[in-house]
């Protein structure tokens, strides 16, 4: 298995779970997933979980996930489900908006509109991909109080925004977002939902030729090569983040 992220933080954290794990069979790289550095159809799987929308040329990554699968092989990925805007949503983005003028400019990082089956099913045909399906599931989860909640909001994508805040205005940030979030608490602890969308689909074992004579036929079977091992590739998801 060979995992890859772009941000050396998430590369230093993975190895440190590796070693913690004592996992034998795992690697992994520092390496931009729209210009992979592998060579040749070497991998049986691609998953890349919560990451789609990050790519700044999704076309591109797919292409190069396309590229280093083997004939038949597989790519599974999950992105987030569009959301309904329910009272809480609205709270959030009046939070937001009130401090619009207050946190740091960053450049604009430019992410794919990428939330329904419809569009990721048209992405993976474009790409090249065939027998593409795609699945809806819901998940909660809970955190055991306000704290866990605030830890974890550090440890992924809302991390970005919440860099942007200067430290002078955070404690009161903190404090109303936590507001919010206690209007979820239950005795189980405070509920998270996740609505996610799960998208299988496959390289094709041979391309489909504008010549369909047995000659050109056999040597496309002849291009294609399979490699002993089997490998798996991860793809993570993460935000190169400006500290300012």
């Known amino acids: 298995m060979i995992g890859i992220d772009i941000s050396e933080g998430m590369f230093d954290q993975a190895q440190q779970e590796i070693r913690r794990r004592q996992i034998a069979n795992a690697q992994v790289f520092v390496m931009d997933a729209e210009n992979l550095e592998f060579t040749g159809s070497r991998f049986e799987y691609v998953l890349c979980g919560l990451c789609l929308f990050f790519f700044p040329d999704l076309k591109g990554a797919l292409t190069e996930f396309y590229r280093v699968l083997r004939p038949?092989?597989?790519i599974i990925a999950s992105i987030f489900k569009k959301q309904k805007n329910d009272e809480l949503m609205q709270e959030?983005?009046?939070?937001?908006?009130?401090?619009k003028d207050r946190v740091k400019d960053v450049p604009e990082v430019e992410t794919s509109d990428l939330n329904t089956g419809r569009e990721i099913k048209r992405k993976m045909l474009e790409a090249g991909f065939i027998s593409v399906e795609v699945k809806g599931r819901r998940k909660?989860?809970?955190?055991?109080?306000?704290?866990?909640?605030?830890?974890?909001?550090?440890?992924?994508?809302?991390?970005?925004?919440?860099?942007?805040?200067?430290?002078d205005y955070l404690p009161e940030f903190k404090a109303r977002a936590l507001e919010i979030v206690r209007k979820k608490a239950t005795e189980r602890g405070i509920p998270f939902r996740w609505d996610l969308l799960f998208t299988k689909a496959q390289k094709p074992i041979i391309r489909q030729p504008h010549n369909h004579s047995p000659a050109c036929v056999k040597?496309?079977?002849?291009?294609?090569?399979?490699?002993?091992?089997?490998?798996?590739?991860?793809?993570?998801?993460?935000?190169?983040?400006?500290t300012g």
């Not at 959030?92 to 401090?99: A, I, V």
């Not at 809302?158 to 200067?166: F, K």
């Not at 294609?224 to 400006?242: A, D, Q």
């Open 72 to 74: 038949g092989g597989f």
């Open 92 to 99: 959030w983005e009046d939070l937001y908006k009130s401090f």
């Open 140 to 167: 909660t989860f809970y955190y055991q109080d306000l704290d866990e909640w605030w830890q974890t909001a550090w440890s992924h994508g809302y991390r970005a925004y919440l860099e942007r805040i200067p430290s």
């Open 219 to 242: 040597s496309r079977q002849k291009y294609w090569r399979w490699e002993e091992n089997t490998r798996i590739c991860f793809i993570y998801g993460s935000v190169p983040v400006n």
